[in-house]
């Protein structure tokens, strides 16, 4: 048997990625300004990494306007909903996993 971080997803474990991830899956869709200001990063760093998620199928951006003020709003994909629970139940199974007891040869 192979230990389950083999199956972590490394579209979704980059920290910044894994949070904005989580952000979508509690919230359903957000703007980028409120994601941006929650997650505490830049402009530039939260659009390199939601373009990661959205060319992996797992975010979808939606732009708009607001009155006179252009927005994006982003949410996950259903395969984006599902690649997260997987994630999120690998972690739990790599947090779960007891350290394995030397074996013993007498």
């Known amino acids: ?31 980028f300004k409120a994601l941006r200001e929650t ?3 830049s402009e530039s760093l ?3 990494h939601m373009r990661v998620l959205e060319e992996a199928g797992y975010v979808d951006i939606r732009k708009g306007f ?15 909903q599902a690649a997260f629970a997987a994630h999120w ?11 394995a007891a030397p074996s013993t040869t007498d």
């Open 1 to 31: 048997m192979s230990h389950p971080r083999h199956s972590l997803d490394p579209r979704i474990h980059a920290p910044v990625r894994f949070s904005l991830m989580a952000a979508l899956a509690a919230t359903g869709e957000a703007d």
């Open 66 to 80: 607001v009155g006179k003020r252009a927005r994006t709003w982003l949410s996950l994909t259903p395969e984006g």
């Open 46 to 48: 939260l659009s390199q």
């Open 89 to 99: 139940e690998t972690l739990s199974a790599i947090a779960a996993n007891p350290i």
């Open 39 to 41: 997650l505490e990063v």
